[in-house]
Nanobody, 128 residues
Framework: QVQLVESGGGLVQAGGSLRLSCAAS????????MGWFRQAPGKEREFVAV????????YYGDSVKGRFAISRVNAKNTVYLQMNNLRPEDTAVYSC?????????????????????WGQGTQVTVSS
Protein backbone atom coordinates (compact mmCIF):
# COMPACT_ATOMS: atom_id res chain seq x y z
CA GLN A 1 0.00 0.00 0.00
CA VAL A 2 1.04 3.55 -0.73
CA GLN A 3 -0.53 6.47 1.06
CA LEU A 4 -0.55 9.84 -0.71
CA VAL A 5 -1.36 13.17 0.90
CA GLU A 6 -1.59 16.37 -1.12
CA SER A 7 -1.13 19.89 0.21
CA GLY A 8 -0.61 23.40 -1.05
CA GLY A 9 -3.94 24.14 -2.64
CA GLY A 10 -5.82 27.35 -2.07
CA LEU A 11 -7.31 30.47 -3.60
CA VAL A 12 -5.18 32.52 -5.96
CA GLN A 13 -5.81 35.29 -8.47
CA ALA A 14 -5.43 34.72 -12.18
CA GLY A 15 -1.79 35.04 -13.17
CA GLY A 16 -0.61 33.86 -9.78
CA SER A 17 1.30 30.76 -8.75
CA LEU A 18 0.91 27.82 -6.40
CA ARG A 19 3.05 24.82 -5.58
CA LEU A 20 1.34 21.58 -4.71
CA SER A 21 3.06 18.83 -2.77
CA CYS A 22 2.25 15.15 -2.51
CA ALA A 23 3.85 13.20 0.31
CA ALA A 24 4.03 9.44 -0.06
CA SER A 25 4.47 6.73 2.52
CA UNK A 26 4.25 2.99 2.75
CA UNK A 27 6.46 1.67 -0.04
CA UNK A 28 9.71 2.57 -1.80
CA UNK A 29 8.83 5.88 -3.42
CA UNK A 30 11.40 5.55 -6.18
CA UNK A 31 9.67 2.39 -7.44
CA UNK A 32 6.74 4.51 -8.61
CA UNK A 33 5.98 6.73 -11.54
CA MET A 34 4.04 9.72 -10.18
CA GLY A 35 1.30 11.72 -11.82
CA TRP A 36 -1.01 14.65 -11.18
CA PHE A 37 -4.62 14.78 -12.32
CA ARG A 38 -7.38 17.30 -11.78
CA GLN A 39 -11.14 17.29 -11.79
CA ALA A 40 -13.40 20.31 -12.03
CA PRO A 41 -17.08 20.18 -11.01
CA GLY A 42 -19.17 18.50 -13.68
CA LYS A 43 -16.12 17.52 -15.73
CA GLU A 44 -14.14 14.35 -16.23
CA ARG A 45 -10.82 13.79 -14.57
CA GLU A 46 -8.03 15.36 -16.61
CA PHE A 47 -4.39 14.38 -16.85
CA VAL A 48 -2.00 17.14 -15.81
CA ALA A 49 1.54 15.78 -15.61
CA VAL A 50 3.65 12.71 -14.95
CA UNK A 51 7.24 12.15 -13.88
CA UNK A 52 9.43 9.09 -14.08
CA UNK A 53 10.94 7.40 -11.06
CA UNK A 54 14.25 9.28 -11.22
CA UNK A 55 12.73 12.55 -12.38
CA UNK A 56 14.48 12.47 -15.74
CA UNK A 57 11.38 12.16 -17.88
CA UNK A 58 8.21 14.23 -17.73
CA TYR A 59 5.09 14.62 -19.79
CA TYR A 60 2.36 17.26 -19.61
CA GLY A 61 -1.21 17.75 -20.66
CA ASP A 62 -1.64 20.26 -23.46
CA SER A 63 -3.62 22.68 -21.32
CA VAL A 64 -0.80 23.13 -18.80
CA LYS A 65 2.29 22.76 -20.96
CA GLY A 66 4.66 25.66 -20.47
CA ARG A 67 2.92 26.83 -17.28
CA PHE A 68 3.19 23.86 -14.89
CA ALA A 69 6.25 21.89 -13.85
CA ILE A 70 6.34 18.53 -12.11
CA SER A 71 9.31 17.47 -10.01
CA ARG A 72 10.16 14.99 -7.29
CA VAL A 73 12.62 14.50 -4.45
CA ASN A 74 12.90 10.80 -3.75
CA ALA A 75 14.83 11.38 -0.54
CA LYS A 76 11.77 13.23 0.76
CA ASN A 77 9.18 10.86 -0.76
CA THR A 78 7.53 13.88 -2.31
CA VAL A 79 6.35 14.97 -5.74
CA TYR A 80 5.60 18.59 -6.55
CA LEU A 81 3.54 20.50 -9.05
CA GLN A 82 4.61 24.09 -9.61
CA MET A 83 1.76 25.98 -11.23
CA ASN A 84 2.46 29.38 -12.78
CA ASN A 85 0.34 31.84 -14.71
CA LEU A 86 -2.81 30.26 -13.32
CA ARG A 87 -6.11 30.73 -15.11
CA PRO A 88 -9.69 30.44 -13.87
CA GLU A 89 -10.04 27.28 -15.95
CA ASP A 90 -7.35 25.66 -13.80
CA THR A 91 -9.82 25.60 -10.91
CA ALA A 92 -10.23 21.97 -9.83
CA VAL A 93 -9.40 19.38 -7.22
CA TYR A 94 -5.84 18.26 -7.88
CA SER A 95 -4.85 14.70 -6.99
CA CYS A 96 -1.57 12.90 -7.14
CA UNK A 97 -1.34 9.26 -8.14
CA UNK A 98 1.27 6.53 -8.06
CA UNK A 99 1.86 3.90 -10.71
CA UNK A 100 3.98 0.88 -9.82
CA UNK A 101 6.96 0.50 -12.09
CA UNK A 102 9.98 2.56 -13.01
CA UNK A 103 10.03 2.30 -16.77
CA UNK A 104 6.62 3.46 -17.83
CA UNK A 105 6.05 5.02 -21.24
CA UNK A 106 5.31 8.61 -20.36
CA UNK A 107 2.75 9.45 -23.01
CA UNK A 108 0.69 6.40 -22.01
CA UNK A 109 0.49 7.63 -18.45
CA UNK A 110 -2.31 10.05 -19.30
CA UNK A 111 -4.67 7.12 -18.59
CA UNK A 112 -5.83 7.23 -14.97
CA UNK A 113 -6.38 3.46 -15.04
CA UNK A 114 -2.62 2.97 -15.09
CA UNK A 115 -2.27 4.30 -11.55
CA UNK A 116 -2.54 2.09 -8.51
CA UNK A 117 -2.85 4.60 -5.68
CA TRP A 118 -4.50 8.00 -5.32
CA GLY A 119 -4.52 10.81 -2.83
CA GLN A 120 -7.64 12.57 -1.58
CA GLY A 121 -6.92 15.74 -3.51
CA THR A 122 -6.44 19.41 -2.77
CA GLN A 123 -8.66 22.23 -4.00
CA VAL A 124 -7.20 24.91 -6.25
CA THR A 125 -9.39 27.91 -7.00
CA VAL A 126 -8.30 30.63 -9.41
CA SER A 127 -10.28 33.86 -9.36
CA SER A 128 -10.52 36.17 -12.36
Amino acid sequence: QVQLVESGGGLVQAGGSLRLSCAASGRTFSDYTMGWFRQAPGKEREFVAVISWAGLRTYYGDSVKGRFAISRVNAKNTVYLQMNNLRPEDTAVYSCAASAGRYQVMDLMTDSNKYNYWGQGTQVTVSS
